[in-house]
């Protein structure tokens, strides 16, 4: 289905988030690899009202969540088992009937393939797998089958995955199975993490596309933008992240250039990538924040953040939308286009820009979905791509009368396990993800002393059955180590995780789970496996944790323009 892989490529949601606020009764949210009320908190208190409403719920994730507590089934599953579970989920729908006979017909294809694999994933053996009971795999498969919609939602517990393409084409093989595309309130909605990611991927910030996932390896389009830009596009595709460091390790990337993202806390196994970042010629790393990576960098370039500039930023349902700035950036800080801008320059290319406008404008030319989006519209309104001409409304839903953008293709897949596993030395199983206070690696929300005081310090989440065994208190200060590092953190004692797993976040810089982390990554997207690895875990002190310990009070002096911080003794534990 070119349409709906299309859409999966771009990452964006196929419907919007308002059909939330209609459902109800016979309709049906499925959640899959998503702590959506942490993470994307106004969706989730959508997804709870919608729920308080009378729509259906069924949760799909290995630790209990908010949204599990409100969940008619939830599958709690061993992690990196999602295909053996989506699998027999459509074994049981078909069993029974349940599949979109007449949309399959019409507007898929390859699904006597998809129906041969299903056939295998009885639900007796997708609970070996899983974990999952069989009567919870057919209370659900039902559920999903006798809805009017199902609207799927789905996030990183399903992509860092060794088989994350694998995942997400299983989650969208039982959309296409029941015919939940096309319509209000159905679809397969990945919710993107950052504000502006869906549109930096729009815009071509992805090793293998132009603006618009334009293929550069396509001859026409590379001719369009040559010609536009008056430069030769290389016809060779860009690297992935995982490649840029493998180059660095062979010689063959000498500079890296890095701007929002501080990869030396946020890329697994960080001794690793601290090894590449030191070794790589020349490092220029552009931020916000004197940040891990911005410190041992050869170049710093300050860029000014989000209320200092104009622009659009493209939300998860892709809604472009206007920004303007508020502040003057502090000091020699400038907006990022401007600093790129003058970089360009200095390189001897004359595109002197003014203001965010005019790269609008020439990106809008070149760029179909988003050719009808101006400034101008802009001013009044906010547009969801694909809106080809000016006088385009623009799309809240894709592939509505599917059969226009071509079939739908089910894309089978078989159930493989994560690359490592636990075993004698490290014998229990780390998942890594979020919580609701802190925002990734923490260079901006840990400077918010409100939140430093909601979410001080690293707090490892571990099942009261294995915390016994390994004497472990909660509040104690625990080792968690695995083949590539070892970090000190606080024990968070809790059936939140089943016997045998822990969680941890990557907020915190002397904590962070990224010591830990796998390299291994999907061999199609190199996505790193980071919701699974092995690990052991040990008790350290007790009783109790100090702040001190954690580098909370060293790291308190309050940076410059940020509130002095009261003494933080009722902190919680
Ligand atoms: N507060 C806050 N909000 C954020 C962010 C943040 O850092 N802080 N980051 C933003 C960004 S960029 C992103 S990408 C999103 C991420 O948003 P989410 O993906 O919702 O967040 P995670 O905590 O990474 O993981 C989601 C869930 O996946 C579950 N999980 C782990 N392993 C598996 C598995 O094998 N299968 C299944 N089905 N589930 C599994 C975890 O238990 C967790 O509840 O959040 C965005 N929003
Ligand atoms: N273990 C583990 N690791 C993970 C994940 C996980 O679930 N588990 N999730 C992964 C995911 S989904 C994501 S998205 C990544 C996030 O990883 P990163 O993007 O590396 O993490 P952030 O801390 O959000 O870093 C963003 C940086 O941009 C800076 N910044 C903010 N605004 C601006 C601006 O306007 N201009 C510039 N130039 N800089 C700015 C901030 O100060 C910050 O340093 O982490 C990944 N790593
Ligand atoms: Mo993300």
Redesign the pocket.
Known sequence: MEGLSTTLGSGAMTNSIAELHTMGPGDTIFAIGTNTTECHPIIGIAMIKAVKRGAKLIVVDPRATTLTQHADVWLRLQPGSDVALLNAIAHVILQNGWEATEYIAKHTENFSEFKKIAARYFPYKAAEITGVPATLIKDAAKIIGQSRNVAIYYT?GVT?HTSGVDNVMAVSNIAVLTGNIGRAKTGVNPLR??NNVQGACDMGALPDVLPGYQKVQKTDVREKFAKAWGVEIPEEQGLTVPSVLDGIEKGEVKAVYI?????LR???DINHVKHCLEKVELLIV????L?ETAQIADVVLP????AEKDGTFTSTERRVQRVRKAIEPPGQCKP?WQILSELIAAMGYPAAYSHPQEIFEEMRQLTPSYNGISYARLENESLQWPCPTNDHPGTPILHVGSSIRGKARFVPADFRLPAELPDKEYPMMLT??RVVAH???G??TRRCWGLRGVAPYEMVEIHPEDAAALAIEDGDQISVSSRRGEVLAVAKVTTRVSPGLVFMT?HYSESS??ML?NTACDPTTQTPE?KVCAVAVRKVKSPGVHLADTGFLQQNTAPEGVFHQPALSNAPH
């Open positions: 990183m860092q993490g950052q701007f929002g993202e501080n990869p946020s890329d697994p552009q931020d916000i924040f940040t860029g000014a953040a989000f990022d890594t993800g925002y990734h690696t260079t901006m990557f789970g990224n982390t980071l």
